[in-house]
């Protein structure tokens, strides 16, 4: 079953981008994702996925995600202490994708 992942994280769009340049992530997809984007906000950025499943992207956060992102942040002094913010996980259906 294919879920939709959204988040807020309170970091700049420069950040998120550092994250991803790290993980090589336009290069190397991680598996299981079928679609990813950010958007700013007024607090910092808002995270919208759709992965195959839940599993997928636990495998992907452990594995890639927070490694890259703790490399970063330390190397921008922003701290990671505390837990993380929880993502929100729902079903996704009827999805459509356009190849171009």
Known sequence: ???????????????????????????????????????????????????????????FRDDRLMPAMGKVMAERGISMDGPPPTPEFSEAFDLITVRR
């Open 1 to 59: 079953m294919a879920v939709l992942l959204t988040q807020d994280l309170p970091v700049g769009r420069e950040d998120v981008e550092a994250v991803s340049a790290e993980m090589g992530a336009k290069e190397n997809p991680p598996d299981g994702l079928i679609l990813h984007t950010f958007t700013v906000t007024s607090e910092g950025v808002h995270v919208v996925d759709v992965w195959e499943s839940t599993a997928h992207y636990d495998r």
